[in-house]
């Protein structure tokens, strides 16, 4: 370690605030290679002091919240390790593959520093003897990548460009070059290439090798393609890049630096690391887990990322709305689903999935129709056998709709091995809006299965890219009978089915998740819930074949500056219409008054707020709509 570094990390320790203080936690590593640092090295200037790097009193400096997202533990993440183990034991030959897959993007310090002095990959011995490797995708790699290859085939699958030419890319002009240089050996230079979609897509576009039963590689599978759904979309259109949504900013301009101490410059926006997904299952196991897992992050750190995903799941992923007639003694519920999200939902390794949780109950509270009930374990009620078709009606309370990827081998039999995986058998992941089969990576993120003949699916009429879906509940129903009627939307990161799997590998790595797996909370998370009451009494039987109805729009969207909210009031009462940005922060109120029934409209002015993704919410009498629009500058 440089001496400057060396005497700033004893004088640093002095004081309470430093990050690395703590003593319940293992301090963020220092080593350095001939490419990367530490990024306890990039702590030493980047931490917020009470006044730089701090919003509303609160550290929002890089590391702060990096150390506890997944990215920041993505080597120690103890369901991955778990996975390659698995996937070792069930294809022993293929050991040095494998791992070397795996750690291109999930050590990719140990990886690229291996590779670039000569070495043909990584392994995971290697990986876990290394504290520089087991720094997960740190500062000095994001920061590293040139925009040599990007948006190429081959830039994907861990194919980033990082050279030794020590130049650490950010996204802010001017940069001062000197600190750089004298305390960690680097360059600054400015780029936009650090804001842009194809930075995260060198890894989250990932092909994995498909080996048949005779031991042979035969192909290649996507295993995830976010990107590549995110370019079929409006977002890949109107460039709302990833970090628009998984970098929220602070609305306050900040200082980035402690050093120098006179530093005065204000950059804005200030991108937050905080990096939220929607692995809420292994961020609460690394929580209860750190000690034995080595982390350098505190419960705290993590019941503050814990808090962000989970507003992020429940607030900035998805619509619901429901339709409900009575009709030949049926009631039959119109439940419409709309992805917010510019990727699939759910996206990434196909172990997610996402499924309907229907209650009727009748007057006396008794359930006369429930589909998509679960247990404490994570098993889905009624679930059958091998997979859950896609449906477009439902009328039997075991059929259930999950929305997922299913895998298949070589011999079309489902899997739940990454490697023996040649296809989808399944794919009703809900697309992003804008999504059409005539795009060019179509052939590779294609609906599969029955959604792929659903006309409410990704559908309206001969129109694709609707981003929803919509399914029919049929329900046999007494007249004049109050019924109450619970939605929820629930998500889940692993099944157990998966676990049932890793379970059949006697394996440490294995072995240690399920351990941690096994006193974990298993439910899955409610992303959306909707109650309402139905009555049938005095209901003359009607046709239920009318839309989801929709009393609220904004346009132009996407916007640049200001829109306008176009909202209807059905009853008169107090109309709230209020919009929040992406993690549900209030940003304004446009509306907060008695209104009678009728048309109205208002004005949305955005000058002073960045690019991305912000909601509005009309609250009118028991009508409640939530609804996105997307501000580009």
Known sequence: MPLLITIILTVLSLFPGYGNKREDIIPLPTQTSSLFSGSGNCAICHISNGTVLTENGVDISPTTHWRSAMMGNSSKDPLWRAVVEHEVHELPNYQFTIESTCTKCHAPMGWKQAVHMGDSGYTMNQLKQSPLANDGVS?????QIKSDNFGMPGSYSGGYVITGERKIYGPYENPLTGPMINFVNYMTLYSIHVGKSELCSTCHTLFTPTVNYSGQIVGNFPEQTPYLEWKNSIYGQYGINCQNCHMPTSQISQIISTIPPNLSTLRSPYWKHIFPGSNKLVGKIMRDNADSLQLSASPHHFDTTLAYVDNFLKNSTLLIN????????????????????????????????IWIHLTVRDA???????????NSNGEIDGQDSTYEEHYQIITNQNQVQIYEGVLQDVNNNVTYDLLRSASYKKDNRIPPKGFTNTHPSYDTTAIIGSASTDTNFNRQGSTQGTGKD??????????????????????????????LRLASSQTPDVQKFLSMYGTATKTPTVMKTLTYNFSTIGIKEINSEAPLNYD????PNPFNHSTVIKFQCSNAGNTELIIFDILG???????????????????????GLTSGIYF?????GNYSETKKMVLIK
């Open 470 to 499: 919509i399914i029919t509940y049929k329900i046999p129903a007494n007249a004049n009978t109050n019924y109450s009627i619970s939605f929820e939307v629930c998500y889940q990161s692993a099944s157990p089915r998966l676990m």
């Open 364 to 374: 006396g509270n008794n359930i006369v129709f429930e589909s998509g009930g679960y």
């Open 585 to 607: 922060k209030e940003v304004t109120t446009l509306v907060n008054q008695y209104l009678k029934p009728g048309i109205y409209e208002a004005s949305f002015n955005a000058e």
């Open 139 to 143: 500062c000095t790699v994001c920061h």
């Open 552 to 555: 609220v729009m904004n346009y």
């Open 616 to 620: 509005y919410r009309l609250t009118s």
């Open 322 to 353: 429901s339709y409900t007639t009575y009709s030949g003694g049926f009631i039959n519920i119109n439940f419409g689903i709309e992805n917010l999200t510019g990727h699939k939902l759910p996206t990434g390794i196909p172990f997610r999935r």
